[in-house]
């Protein structure tokens, strides 16, 4: 994989330029990003980190990695 882009994996979602028009009409040139998040995923079986939309996030075509802790670890730590 190259250098990051502002682009989502998923849909390739990226920047957009455009204009800032003020009450008096002006012009200036402007940038609107995607709300992108780091995103760690299992694809195939082998965990990867992806920068994904939250759009595509939230209708699910990609499901977050999570790591879940038994409720007991901290005990087991700390009667040892």
């Given at each position: 994989?190259?250098k990051?882009?502002?682009?989502?994996?998923?849909?390739?979602k990226?920047t957009m330029?455009?204009?800032?028009v003020?009450?008096?009409y002006?012009?200036?040139?402007?940038?609107?990003?995607?709300?992108?998040?780091?995103i760690?995923t299992e694809?195939?079986g082998?965990?990867?980190?992806?920068?994904i939309?939250?759009?595509?996030?939230?209708?699910?075509?990609?499901?977050?990695k999570i790591?879940?802790?038994?409720?007991n670890?901290?005990a087991?730590?700390?009667?040892?």
């Amino acid at each position: 994989m190259s250098k990051m882009t502002r682009t989502c994996a998923c849909c390739g979602k990226g920047t957009m330029h455009g204009n800032r028009v003020s009450k008096s009409y002006n012009h200036t040139r402007r940038v609107w990003r995607p709300n992108l998040l780091k995103i760690k995923t299992e694809i195939d079986g082998t965990t990867a980190t992806y920068t994904i939309c939250t759009r595509c996030l939230r209708s699910g075509f990609v499901t977050k990695k999570i790591n879940i802790v038994p409720a007991n670890a901290g005990a087991q730590a700390v009667a040892k």
